[in-house]
Antibody, heavy 120, light 110 residues
Framework: QITLKESGPTLVKPTQTLTLTCTFS??????????VGWIRQPPGKALEWLAL???????RYSPSLKSRLTITKDTSKNQVVLTMTNMDPVDTATYYC????????????WGQGTLVTVSS | QSALTQPPSASGSPGQSVTISCTGT?????????VSWYQQHPGKAPKLMIY???KRPSGVPDRFSGSKSGNTASLTVSGLQADDEADYYC??????????FGGGTKLTVL
């Protein structure tokens, strides 16, 4: 059974750096073809893909946010970490992590999401 | 602005069929068979309903089907049920391991 869960601060101030952790179970990020990605959704708005990391440490970022994002993995802890610098109120959103196998390029399993509010 | 274009709303009566479109470009939907569809109920995480244009994950009813023609993909929900009322998002691979989402369609069961 695959599960994912996001954790991190619920409130950050403008200009601060956001660090979110995705802790998963039911699969290994050291297995060929496995990927974990981050997707966000501002309140009442659409989904937006942010970043993706594969089992071989290949990393992909949304072109529009690439300069602000870093994604890393800790295979031994079954965790993926996303950092986003220079947070702004427009970054207020629910942040999801998801299991994204390379073979289908689709988010097959999702975490419950964590709401991050950017406000002073 | 979303990478893929969806109608903001769609509706149908119980038992009817409804089709939701997702229009991209020759660089995403038109070039790859990696179109997926997600269902999202209010306050819940999205759920994968269709992947690789036409495939259904285990447990998704066969009332949900996907197709593609040129730069436009479609999700058809037949035999509408009350629980199908939700937001639906399409997504497509866009090269260089990038993904794009549509703006979402709110499906109302009348």
């Amino acid at each position: 059974q695959i599960t994912l869960k996001e954790s991190g601060p619920t409130l950050v101030k403008p200009t601060q750096t956001l660090t979110l952790t995705c802790t998963f179970s039911g699969f290994s990020l050291s297995s060929s073809g496995v990927g974990v990605g981050w997707i966000r959704q501002p309140p009442g708005k659409a989904l937006e893909w942010l970043a993706l990391i594969y089992w071989d440490d290949d990393k992909r970022y949304s072109p529009s946010l690439k300069s602000r994002l870093t994604i890393t993995k800790d295979t031994s802890k079954n965790q993926v970490v996303l950092t986003m610098t220079n947070m702004d109120p427009v970054d207020t959103a629910t942040y999801y992590c998801a299991h994204i196998p390379l073979v289908v390029v689709a988010a097959t399993y999702w975490g419950q999401g964590t709401l991050v509010t950017v406000s002073s | 602005q979303s990478a893929l274009t969806q109608p903001p709303s769609a509706s149908g009566s119980p038992g009817q069929s409804v089709t939701i479109s997702c229009t991209g470009t020759s660089s995403d939907v038109g070039d790859y068979n990696y179109v997926s569809w997600y269902q999202q109920h209010p306050g819940k995480a999205p759920k994968l309903m269709i992947y690789e244009v036409t495939k259904r994950p285990s447990g998704v009813p066969d009332r949900f089907s996907g197709s593609k023609s040129g730069n436009t993909a479609s999700l058809t929900v037949s035999g509408l049920q009350a629980d199908d009322e939700a937001d639906y998002y399409c997504s497509s691979y866009a090269g260089s391991n990038n993904l794009g989402f549509g703006g979402g369609t709110k499906l109302t069961v009348l």
